[in-house]
T-cell receptor, first 115, second 110 residues
């Protein structure tokens, strides 16, 4: 399978715990994006990388959220001190920088439930 | 970030019926993408429309882009249960982030 993969698919945690999600993009894609989707809403942009550089992070929801892409391949999204309001689907997408229309390809998502 | 309005919010039809869903904005789209999302999965790209007045067809799905590039529609002919899902439109005016509408949730029953 050469699509975007995410791990885990589901995560249940207790309030106050830290969680980390992983995304593996399509291999030749140099841009990687993180989105959050809550019930009844479309995906909401959080941050993105071009290769290993994080070019936009001002829309991360709080300083409890951080993302890395250390070698320009896979990426991780970490949420520290989780809150019940963090419960959502976290989606990763990838694209080619040279794509004129910024067509993005999404992974299956990680469903986070904070108890 | 421009506001994308999608209508209707929910649609429940029987197999074989036709339907149209809409995506509107007060601002001009540089380009517009349509995605379909099944429950518990990520969105899947269906089509990108770029030119005002453009019509694209994908089997039983017909996508139109308004002449002024402020609106778009998706028409499904003879809907099937496999068409069930959340239909999302998104613009990329920022050049990197996709800006999504809330989507139209479609249920097609046999």
């Amino acid at each position: 399978d050469t699509g975007v993969s995410q791990d885990p698919r589901h995560k249940i945690t207790k309030r106050g715990q830290n969680v980390t999600f992983r995304c593996d993009p399509i291999s030749e894609h140099n841009r990687l994006y993180w989105y959050r989707q809550t019930l009844g809403q479309g995906p909401e942009f959080l941050t993105y990388f071009q290769n290993e550089a994080q070019l936009e992070k001002s829309r991360l929801l709080s300083d409890r959220f951080s993302a890395e892409r250390p070698k320009g391949s896979f990426s991780t999204l970490e949420i520290q001190r989780t809150e019940q309001g963090d419960s959502a689907m976290y989606l990763c997408a990838s694209s080619l920088k040279r794509d004129t229309y910024n067509e993005q390809f999404f992974g299956p998502g990680t469903r986070l439930t904070v108890l | 970030t421009q506001l994308l309005e999608q209508s209707p919010q929910f649609l429940s039809i029987q197999e074989g019926e036709n339907l149209t869903v809409y995506c509107n904005s007060s601002s001009v789209f540089s380009s517009l993408q349509w995605y379909r999302q099944e429950p518990g999965e990520g969105p899947v790209l269906l089509v990108t429309v770029v030119t005002g007045g453009e019509v694209k067809k994908l089997k039983r799905l017909t996508f139109q882009f308004g002449d002024a590039r402020k609106d778009s529609s998706l028409h499904i002919t003879a809907a099937q249960p496999g068409d069930t899902g959340l239909y999302l439109c998104a613009d990329s005016n920022s050049g990197y982030a996709l800006n999504f509408g809330k989507g139209t949730s479609l249920l097609v029953t046999p």
